[in-house]
């Protein structure tokens, strides 16, 4: 079964995640059992300018070069300054979902 029972249930509906990213999802995870609902369709981040995040929706690859294990095994610093750079370039861009639309604006 997709998920044993005794780790509870499966919903085999999505109305977060966008078609594309849920497909990716259901084959990998899910034996392609995972739908999406349609209003995931519409969600969307205007992007004003297109730097490290290029697409509108789904998953994104931000590519970070690796010099071996720099400050930690479990992260490095410019792994963190990439995270710190995409979240400042999402931050002030519109988005719509469904059910609403506004500003990333941190909070």
């Known amino acids: ?14 109305f977060r995640l966008p078609p594309q990213t849920c497909a990716l999802l259901s ?7 995972l739908g999406h609902n349609a209003r995931t369709e519409s969600h969307r981040i205007a992007l004003r300018r297109r730097n490290l995040v290029t697409k509108e ?8 070069p690796h010099s ?20 400042t370039e999402l931050h002030g861009l519109s988005f ?4 609403t639309s506004g500003q990333l604006d941190g909070d």
């Open 68 to 87: 071996g294990l720099d400050d930690s095994p479990h992260y490095s610093a410019s792994e963190v300054d990439k995270i710190d750079a995409i979240v």
């Open 57 to 64: 929706s789904g998953l994104l690859y931000v590519a970070r």
């Open 27 to 33: 084959s990998a995870l899910y034996d392609d059992k």
């Open 1 to 14: 079964s997709t998920v044993p029972r005794q780790y509870g249930f499966f919903l085999g509906k999505t």
């Open 96 to 99: 719509t979902t469904s059910e």
